[in-house]
């Protein structure tokens, strides 16, 4: 049986920025070893699938994400590129989806300037001070060179850097997986303020080894832990990020409350099948 298979680079505003990600629509469920299976084969940071909702109304599909290793409950640039095939591919005519997932409904509506506009949960952390503080600083300036001047957990540890600079110069190591299981956490934000010649207000890098992912290009749930820290900082709620991989990736985000609204821009690269032996 062949399924179709879409790959999008999300948070891009050109071919080959961003993030890419895989998109499969489905009729129904798979087993969850195959779609790890098929995520494992795509080897992208995340492979997304969809399927209609129980609750049949228009515009409203249950999804689940897929690292090339585990699924996680909560993604932003696979829920993107997952809009983006619904509304501009499949079924143009809708102006917004409702995805369920484990992470509750997430709405993504048709935004400006081409932007799709999703609607996260905000995610809280918690500094860490005292010995334990001290302790995962030194670790950490140990495998990626460069020491963080606070430290958050959350859904993932929160490591705030001086400046741009020092985001840029974070060096990934093997290592980092062991460090960051020590604190009890599977990945780490990265983020520091824009420089001040630069129309970002924060910049960021993600990493996640124990997922699969040594290093995301474009992260839209980190944004979500993100945004709180520097919205309160920066004293605005609306602000502009960018994420310093290699690809590079710009997030718009608005925090509202318990929610924060990201978004950006999709740019389709490839629509092909996927060829399984029969269910």
Known sequence: ???????????????????????????????DSLMQAIAFENNLSETAFFCPSRIRDEGRFDLRWFTPTAEVDLCGH????????IMHILQPDLSNVTFATKSGDL????????R???DFPSLEATPLDGQEERQISDELTRV????PIELYRGANLLAIFEDEEAIRSLIYHSELGAVLSEANSWGMVSTAPGAQDSQFDFVSRFFAPAKGVPEDPVTGSAHCMMMPYWAKRLGRKKLVARQLSVRGGIVHCLLNGSRVQLSGRC???????ITLPGR
């Open 1 to 31: 049986m062949k399924l179709p298979l879409y790959q999008i680079d999300a948070f891009a505003d050109a071919l080959f920025e961003g993030n890419p990600a895989a998109v499969v629509p489905c009729e129904s469920w798979f087993s």
């Open 78 to 85: 696979a829920t993107l590129a997952s809009a983006y095939v």
């Open 107 to 114: 709405v993504v509506r048709k935004g400006e300037q081409g």
């Open 116 to 118: 799709l506009d999703m």
């Open 144 to 147: 990626l060179g460069v020491r």
């Open 267 to 273: 740019v389709p690269y490839l629509e092909g099948s």
